[in-house]
């Protein structure tokens, strides 16, 4: 359908905002020319769009970010972890800040090295899973991020990585407007761990496209923080083989704004996937997770499991959705969205969603919004635990679920321990 004059213009205002790299190999620009199709296709979201009514999308398009402050500084997110860092200053990759890229098990190239080259692995992965998760629902903002990001890590996974690679972002100035886009490829048998964290900009576009073939295991962990005025959309699409698995969980605090998309097909039998999350969001906090699972292959299962602490205004918004093919039959699907306001003024926003063309599945989604449990608290207070350490008890526990999904104990404990001091610094 053509868009209308009003929303060409707005779309063409954004892809002028954001010039396209020039120099790349053949297979890039290729890449960056069906994304910017795509996206004058689409066009830029707008609140008329059906997946963007809960968001304002306005401040995360446009010639140019707000500043952020930023804040004290505080030890990483998993620093104490032996890991690969890799480390981007205000979106730019600084070798001078990150180990050496080489590691057994798998190949790390910037973004930049590879998009230079007439040949290479990531053809097949940059930009197509991205497109492919453009239907049914448009993903305009993942579009332009592959149509002009030109930084990154390209991963090429062939054995067991014995370490996580962790990325870490930094921020220096309060105005930056960063987009980053990753791609990594799992070959069969492979299995890899991915953290990020940081501060990466005052607005911030990230795309992560992992294809996992047969057999392979992809683990990500993700805090997002620090920065409470941060302006952020995160996209992650993952394409599974026969009886692999991919596990990704955020942890979310702080942020004026934050839309986390997570796009999922199943294309081999007996797969995995899990995509959860917990925030937790004071004041002026919009937090927005967008999921959506297409089951394509038989005796596969996937999970979603997001948990949202508000207070003082904050809002949440959840958007599942699970997709199961007429060929998808005994399929596992398990969908839980729940949101734990603590006064009157926050608001938890839901749409979860089924549609199952097979007739051997098991399929369950939930969403429930509530206050805290005034007969668990009256039984914590009346055994001499103050009223504000037991609130704060019962909302960690609230967020275990999700945290739970982690596989890594190290990195799950590590996780809890950044949220309960996030909680108690809240404590009123």
Not at 91 to 102: E, F, I, K, N, P
Not at 163 to 189: C, F, S, W
Request: hydrophobic share 40%.
């Amino acid at each position: 359908m053509a868009l209308t004059e009003k929303l060409a213009d707005a779309t063409e205002a954004l892809i002028t905002a954001y010039p396209a790299p020039q120099g790349e190999g053949k297979w890039a620009t290729d890449a960056r020319s069906n994304a910017l199709a795509t996206l004058r296709e689409n066009g830029a979201p707008t609140r008329r769009d059906e997946y963007w009514k809960f968001t304002n999308p306005s401040t995360l398009i446009g010639t140019a970010s707000s500043a952020a402050i930023m804040h004290a500084e505080e030890k990483p997110v998993f620093d104490d972890i032996d890991k690969l860092l890799v480390v981007f200053v205000d979106g730019v990759y600084r070798a001078d800040l990150s180990d050496d890229l080489t590691i057994e098990g798998a190949a790390i190239e910037t973004l930049q090295d590879a998009m230079a080259k007439d040949i290479h692995w990531a053809k097949d992965v940059y930009g197509v899973l991205e497109a492919n998760g453009q239907s049914p629902v448009s993903r305009p903002l993942a579009a332009l991020n592959t149509a002009t990001a030109t930084e990154g890590l390209v991963i090429h996974v062939t054995g067991k990585v014995s370490k996580p690679v962790a990325i870490r972002y930094v921020r220096q100035n309060t105005d930056t407007d960063v987009m980053v886009h990753h791609a990594v490829k799992l070959e069969e048998g492979a299995d890899i761990t991915v953290l990020e964290n940081g501060p990466a900009a005052a607005r911030f576009n990230s795309c992560l496209e992992v294809d996992v073939a047969d057999t392979a295991s992809f683990h990500h962990a993700r805090a997002q923080g620090r920065d409470h005025e941060r302006c952020a959309a995160t996209h992650m699409f993952a394409r599974l083989g026969k009886e692999s698995s991919f596990k990704s969980f955020t942890l979310t605090v702080n942020g004026a704004l934050t839309r986390n998309e997570a796009v999922i097909e199943f294309t081999g039998d007996d797969a995995m996937a899990s995509v959860s999350g917990a925030c937790a969001g004071d004041g002026a906090f919009h937090h927005d997770d967008t999921v959506f699972i297409t089951h394509d292959a038989v005796n596969c299962e996937s999970r979603q499991v997001f948990k949202k602490v508000l207070r003082n205004g904050a809002t949440g918004v959840f958007q599942g959705k699970i997709l199961v093919q007429q060929i998808a039959q005994k399929t596992d699907g398990y969908q839980i969205a729940q949101g734990l306001l603590l006064d009157d003024d926050s608001n938890f926003l839901a749409k979860p969603e089924l549609e199952i063309y097979a007739d051997d599945v098991i399929c369950s989604h939930g969403s429930t919004v509530g206050a805290v449990d005034e007969t668990a608290l009256f039984y914590l207070t009346s055994r001499g635990v103050p009223k504000a350490e037991a609130q704060d008890m019962l909302v960690l526990a609230f967020m275990d679920e999700g945290i739970q999904e982690i596989e890594d104990e190290a990195i799950a404990d590590d996780i809890r321990e950044r949220l309960g001091a996030w909680v108690e610094r809240r404590r009123d």
